[in-house]
């Protein structure tokens, strides 16, 4: 996924966290702060995983996370270049 333009991302998702109105005022403090620094936080208040996977044959949710990273974008290269991680601390994360 590619943010192409983070201040509307941003907006959204402040008018989401400003429209729930399960959500405590203290949280929802912290939750406008979270948004603004950080764009991974800002879709982790507009995607609902479950939402995104309830139709999908076979695949049942256990558990969602959200991280992001900043990557240089070639639209020209065929692979984008990230930063190695050890992919068995991440096989807990999708169960089918």
């Known amino acids: 996924m590619e943010v192409t333009d983070d201040e509307q991302l941003t907006a959204a998702a402040l008018e989401r966290v ?3 109105e399960f959500m ?5 403090t912290q939750a406008q702060s979270a948004v603004r620094e950080d764009e991974a936080e800002a879709l ?8 995104l996977l309830s139709q999908v044959p ?3 949710l256990a558990q969602a996370s959200w991280s992001s990273e900043l ?3 070639d ?8 930063e190695e991680e050890d992919d068995e601390d991440h096989l807990d994360d999708v169960r089918p």
Do not use: M, T
């Open 18 to 20: 400003e429209a729930d």
């Open 24 to 28: 405590p005022d203290e949280e929802r």
């Open 44 to 51: 982790a208040y507009l995607v609902e995983p479950v939402d």
């Open 58 to 60: 076979g695949v049942e």
């Open 71 to 73: 990557v240089d974008h």
């Open 75 to 82: 639209p020209d290269a065929d692979v984008w270049e990230l």
